[in-house]
């Protein structure tokens, strides 16, 4: 009877560690762009209606792990200096020149970081004996020992990020330059050519409040 | 490589079920379960996941008090998913997101049972049970491929009823089909509880 309670609760849990394994996961059921997301803050305080024009930086700041690695205009850039131009004109300000007393500047920065960490091949040997069975070897009825075998990976992350920085109230807010709107984009091929214009529209899209 | 593994796995466990259902025969006093279970959400967790668990199992043993009377303990597992399309949600001040938002929940619920059966002989026996225990929920959501882990405990409860079909006369070994309320209280953004109706069909083994 013992061997028979055993048996069973053996084959319950397994059932339930399979049935574990069934679980959808939600990553893998999105497409890229369901896996990027827009993320905007601004000032609360701020009256976007004030400003009148702007100046936006003709290449992109690249931050490499919180590290400064220089200023780039590749096809991603311009498409998104272009992007961002259209958009802050069809919302009525007007683009001039960093020399001639812009109201808001504009920078945009293509932001990565990168994460590294260890992962054993734990699911890889629990099941060892089914891709290899000791028997294969004339070991008929032995088992594995799993061995301590690890892997090393490395993640690199993406982020497009685009801040408006008032200049006309520079002196009054303290000889600073405030940011009074961030946008973010995150996700899968954030850096793609083919969807920075959507990138951008849908950053403008979920700030209304961004107008002359 | 996984679908392999799930298919020997599942193959596997059947064996065992029809193996241990054989010695069975000579035996019946123990009784182990195991049932496929379809859950639906119900009250406030349907703000946040209206989809069935259609990945539901639960397993359990149960001994004869009386001949009508069986206690024991139950284990369970239901895989909840939802996906609602892109949306902005706002953070608080000056804060919006835009996201596709997934919502992933895991319970397994380790439950102390009891089963009352109504009728002691016949080709259909109605019965009824209740179950108590916790229920450990793994809840994800997720903003687009973001996501925010938490796993807890909880209290469990379980009403239950349904009918056992003997396989002939003298077997007792029975098809067992029925439904559940399970009360899960829970308090995380706002979802109060994951309740929900499930229902069943499995079979009812004797092991002693």
């Known amino acids: 009877m013992n061997r028979t309670i055993i048996r069973l ?9 399979l049935f574990g394994s069934c679980k959808k996961d939600p990553v893998s059921n999105l497409t890229n762009d369901e896996s990027r997301i827009y993320v905007t803050n601004y000032d609360t305080t701020a009256n976007f209606s004030s400003y009148s024009t702007f100046s936006i930086a003709d290449s992109v700041a690249v931050i490499q792990d919180n590290q400064f690695a220089g200023r780039q205009k590749n ?30 500047a504009i920078d945009i920065s293509r932001i990565y ?36 075998a690890v892997g090393v990976y490395t993640i690199q992350t993406g982020a497009l990020e685009i801040d408006l920085l008032d200049l006309k109230n520079a002196t009054v807010n303290g000889n600073k330059l405030k940011a009074i709107w961030t946008g973010m984009a995150r996700g899968e091929q954030v850096f793609n050519t083919a969807n920075v214009s959507n990138e951008v529209t849908s950053l403008f899209e979920q700030s209304a409040y961004l107008k002359k | 490589m996984k679908a392999i593994i799930q298919r020997y796995g599942v193959i596997a466990f059947l064996l065992l079920a ?10 019946n006093d123990l009784q182990f379960n ?37 206690v024991g303990l139950s284990v369970g597992y239901n895989d909840y998913y939802q996906k609602y399309p892109r949306q902005v949600y706002s953070e608080g001040a000056g804060s919006d997101v835009s996201a596709v938002l997934s919502n992933s929940v895991q319970q397994i619920p380790l439950l102390a049972t009891a089963d009352y059966t109504l009728l002691k ?55 067992r089909i029925g439904g559940s309320y399970n009360y899960a209280p829970y308090n995380r953004d706002g979802i109060k509880a994951l309740d929900n109706w499930g229902i069943h069909a499995g079979v009812s083994i004797p092991i002693r």
């Open chain 1, 9 to 17: 609760t053996v084959g319950a849990l397994l059932s339930i560690v």
């Open chain 1, 75 to 104: 096809g991603f850039d311009s498409l998104a200096v272009n992007a961002v131009t259209r958009l802050m004109q069809q919302r009525g300000y007007q683009e001039v020149g960093a020399k001639d007393n812009p109201d808001l």
């Open chain 1, 113 to 148: 970081n990168t994460s590294t960490g260890v992962f054993s091949y734990g699911d890889y040997w629990d099941y060892y004996g089914g891709y290899w069975d000791p028997y294969y070897w004339g070991y008929p009825g032995y088992g594995y020992y799993d061995p301590f």
């Open chain 2, 18 to 27: 029809v193996g241990t259902a054989a010695q069975a025969q000579y035996h």
């Open chain 2, 34 to 70: 195991v049932n496929y279970n379809v859950n639906i959400p119900s009250g406030s967790f349907r703000n946040f996941i209206n989809n069935p668990a259609w990945k539901g199992f639960t397993a359990g043993l149960a001994y004869p008090v009386t001949s009508q009377l069986r």
């Open chain 2, 121 to 175: 002989k016949g080709l259909i026996r109605p019965y009824v049970g209740a179950g108590a225990g916790v229920d450990f929920v793994s809840f994800d959501q997720y903003l687009g491929e973001f996501d925010n882990p938490q796993s807890s405990a909880h209290l469990a409860l379980r009403g239950e009823a349904g009918i056992l079909i003997p396989l002939s006369s003298y077997s007792a070994t029975a098809i």
